[in-house]
């Protein structure tokens, strides 16, 4: 369906500016969204159950990495957490690839869904591999077997998820639809997230005891990732026949010209809002990827005094604990974008994000140690707010690059985003288990000490806030607003109609 301004403006150029197209006819106001912009419920659905493989396949090895093989086989941190950095960089690498691959590509199936079915497969039979160690290996023989077993399943990994995420960003055209996407992802999210929060507790049940009657935590931990495998099996073919590529016919009618690798990092980092996105992304994601591992050692050494069982425990209580947040927070950012714009509500987030780090000081207390929960809880609602938001305000972004370029690049721009960010969040990982040793903590001590501890709480609450000021900072100057994307997609129905 055409665009009624395709009677008033005359066919844009492929490099019109936004500026050009401010005396194009203005659309309504975007306060709800038009029937034939709404995504249908059950393509929701099956772009939500990515998050199966997006949380599992990129996440659920680094939850359980120190549990694995710190606390049981006693690799020193200092070498998880370089080989975690590592993985990252790799990650990094390989998503840039994917992304430009996806983009360019043509098949009857589209250009996203072919690689979201053989890279989820694939990533869920590869999942258990990644802790197919012996026990008594040296640590250096530890780090090799992280290493290569990364190398192999990280682009697996990048396969699946970046043709996803780039699908995310090409669902609806509406401003507001398209958060209404990311919140049903979110939403769905919450279930394999307190999966991850159950993965310690479930590598220590009974059923798991050594001969000595001792939790075998690498055993457990083989047998959840083999579980979880399946299941991402099955996500990977509901997702390929449930979802559908609303922008590719349109593509291809036009014959979009293949984009050079070249501009999947160069020229998408020239656009000025993407930037801002950018800036405000790798504030957040470094600021807490630098403690990612304190809140586990603060629960377990500070709150249970040790006791790793008892830990695990709380870990999954905090678990259940996050996912009702979580599912609070998804409706509430959504209705204050909807009302306020999401820049206000991302700022809103990051206001909220810095009360709830600088809670963790009290929160984390042994003489109360339910007050975890909330601890966990109030991270977790202001996170499910972030990615909600963030999602969508990238696919807002996309958009005005079309408009200045004439091509939907949503692959180079995942792609991009990736690899700054996970460069980035790879410093920051990379750098979390050294600042755990120079916090003075002692894997083979049962009871640390009382400067450990101290300096464990006190970088958990500080680090985060310096990150999220800076994060609010960048939102804060962000320029797509509501009303702009109103003219930008004026802009670009002049050119090529409605999708």
Request: aromatic share 12%.
């Amino acid at each position: 369906m055409n665009s009624p301004s395709l009677d008033l403006v005359a066919t844009l150029p492929a490099s019109v500016s936004l500026d050009e197209t401010l005396d194009a006819p203005k659309a309504p106001p975007m306060c709800a969204s038009p029937v034939s912009d709404r995504v249908p419920l059950p393509q929701k659905l099956g772009y939500g159950l990515g998050a199966f493989i997006d949380m599992w396949g990129h996440w659920l090895y680094p939850t359980l990495a120190f549990h694995v093989y710190n606390v049981f086989l006693g690799m020193a941190p200092g070498l998880i957490s370089t080989a975690q950095s590592i993985k990252i960089l790799i990650d990094a690498a390989s998503d840039a690839f994917f992304g430009w691959v996806s983009d360019n590509t043509r098949t009857r199936h589209g250009r996203r869904r072919p690689f979201i079915l053989v890279g989820g497969v694939l990533a869920g039979i590869g999942l258990p591999l990644m802790f197919a160690v012996g026990r008594g290996w040296s640590d250096m023989e530890y780090f090799i077997f992280m290493i290569v077993s990364t190398a192999i399943y990280v682009p697996i990994m990048s396969c699946f998820n970046l043709p996803w995420s780039s699908l995310g960003s090409e669902m609806t055209p509406d401003y507001h639809e398209r958060t209404s996407v990311m919140s049903t992802r979110n939403a769905i999210q919450k279930i394999p997230e307190l999966a991850m929060f159950f993965a310690a507790q479930f590598t220590t049940l009974a059923i798991f005891n050594d001969a000595n009657g001792k939790p075998d935590i690498l055993r457990g931990a083989q047998t959840y990732c083999a579980i979880l495998g399946a299941i991402m099996v099955v996500a990977a073919v509901a997702i390929f026949y449930l979802v559908r590529e609303r922008y590719y016919d349109t593509l291809v009618s036009q014959k979009q010209e293949k984009i050079p690798f070249s501009d999947t990092l160069w020229r998408t980092l020239r656009c000025e809002p993407f930037r801002q996105v950018l800036a405000m992304m790798m504030a957040y994601g470094i600021g807490t990827a630098m403690v990612a591992a304190l809140g586990y050692y603060a629960t377990v050494y500070y709150v249970c005094h040790g006791d790793i069982g008892l830990a695990t425990k709380w870990n999954t209580a905090m678990g259940i604990a996050g996912m009702a947040f979580g599912f609070a927070g998804i409706p509430f950012f959504t209705w204050l974008a909807r009302r306020y714009s999401k820049r206000n509500a991302l700022a809103t987030v990051f206001a909220l994000a810095i009360c709830a780090f600088i809670g963790d000081w009290w929160l984390y207390d042994p003489a109360h140690p339910a007050l975890q929960l909330l601890a966990c809880g109030f991270v977790a609602f202001t996170g499910a707010g972030f990615w909600t938001l963030y999602g969508s305000t990238v696919a807002d972004v996309i958009d005005y690059d079309e408009l200045e370029t004439g091509q939907r690049r949503e692959g180079s721009f995942a792609a991009c985003q990736s690899w700054i960010s996970k460069v980035g969040i790879a410093l920051g990982v990379g750098a979390s288990g050294w600042i755990l040793q120079l916090t003075g903590f002692d894997s083979k001590a049962p009871v640390q000490t009382e400067h450990a501890i101290f300096m464990i709480r006190i970088l958990l609450s500080g680090i985060p806030v310096i990150g999220l000021v800076i994060a609010l900072i960048a939102i804060l100057k962000f320029s797509l607003t509501e009303e702009r994307m109103r003219e930008i997609r004026v802009g670009l129905e002049a050119r090529r109609g409605r999708v």
